[in-house]
């Protein structure tokens, strides 16, 4: 069964650094896209940015360019990713996902269950 | 980019049909066949119900459906169930190479 668990999140104050971390198991991380995406509360679904399959490259939505960082470490089969100068907005429960992975291209089909950042002072 | 629109509520009673919408532009929605909708039960993960426009995944009820035209995608729910009243959201490939969503449609269900 392919299964995805984030984990890290935690209450920190603007301007620090968190990393999220996203334990896959039922296949192996680095033949699928994955993406992360965050809910704030109140809010929708905002996709945050991707790790495609081959080659490891990286695309990130214009909020979090420069700021969040996706990673992946083939050997535990886990993806990352790096909040770098956190701000209150990006409090939000954060997701990992896979992206087309065994369906349709760019198909979020497979979700973790969320793990929550609060940014506050 | 902006999101995607939707309209924030539609309500239906049980047994009835409903139509949500999604409108983007020619460099989402209506660029590419990329289009996929989520269910999603506060508190739980968002579930997956249609891709590619049309095609639902294995164990999706066939009382969703989705389709396309022009800018604007739309999932239809057949047979209105207690268990469909959800936030709804759309999201879209972008030529940006970006995935955008909607900002939800809160389904009640009468």
């Known amino acids: 069964e392919v299964q995805l668990v984030e984990s890290g999140g935690r209450l920190v104050k603007p301007g620090e650094s968190l990393r999220l971390s996203c334990a896959a198991s039922?296949?192996?991380?680095?033949?699928?896209?994955m993406s992360w995406v965050r809910q704030a509360p109140g809010k929708g679904l905002e996709w945050v940015g991707r790790v495609k399959s081959v080659g490891g490259t990286t695309d990130n939505a214009a909020l979090v360019k420069g700021r969040f960082i996706i990673l992946r470490d083939d050997s535990r089969n886990t993806l990352y990713l790096q909040m770098n100068n956190l701000k209150s907005d990006d409090s939000a429960v954060y997701y990992c996902?896979?992206?087309?992975?065994?369906?349709?291209?760019?198909?979020?089909?497979?979700w973790g269950q969320g793990t929550t950042v609060t940014v506050s002072s | 980019q902006s999101a995607l629109t939707q309209p924030a509520s539609v309500s239906g009673s049980r047994g009835q049909s409903i139509t949500l919408s999604c409108t983007g532009t020619?460099?989402?929605?209506?660029?590419?066949?990329?289009v996929s909708w989520y269910q999603h039960h506060p508190g739980e993960a968002p579930k997956l119900i249609i891709y590619?426009?049309?095609n639902r995944p294995s164990g999706v009820s066939n009382r969703f459906s989705g389709s396309k035209s022009g800018n604007t995608a739309s999932l239809t729910i057949s047979g209105l169930q207690a268990e469909d009243e959800a936030d709804y959201y759309c999201?879209?490939?972008?030529?940006?190479?970006?995935?955008?969503f909607g900002g939800g449609t809160r389904v009640t269900v009468l």
């Open positions: 999201g879209s490939y972008s030529s940006s190479s970006i995935l955008l």
């Open positions: 996902t896979t992206e087309g992975y065994e369906i349709g291209y760019h198909a979020l089909a497979v």
């Open positions: 039922g296949f192996t991380l680095n033949n699928a896209w």
């Open positions: 020619n460099s989402d929605v209506g660029g590419f066949d990329y």
């Open positions: 590619h426009v049309t």
